[in-house]
């Protein structure tokens, strides 16, 4: 099943890219697709599911828009 995942901030560097479209099997968890990207769970981070928040345990569904973020401050 196809899922959309988009990195934010630091991430995009680390990893290499912004976007991606991903092929995940049926009960792929985001914590799964961190490991497969190479993220650390450890580091802080926000992640949302197709607007709203998530958390890294959530199985992702055909169609999902997963966007992850490093926290960061300023102003």
């Known amino acids: 099943m196809k899922v959309t995942l988009k990195l934010a901030g630091g991430f995009v560097h680390t ?7 991903l092929d995940v099997e049926p009960g792929t968890t985001v914590a799964d697709i961190l490991v497969s990207i190479a993220i650390d769970r450890g580091r802080p981070m926000i992640i949302a599911r197709n607007g709203h928040g998530a958390t890294v345990d959530e ?3 055909a169609g999902d828009r997963i966007l992850v973020s490093p926290i960061f401050s300023g102003g």
């Open 59 to 61: 199985e992702v569904l």
């Open 15 to 21: 990893v290499g890219f912004s976007q991606k479209e």
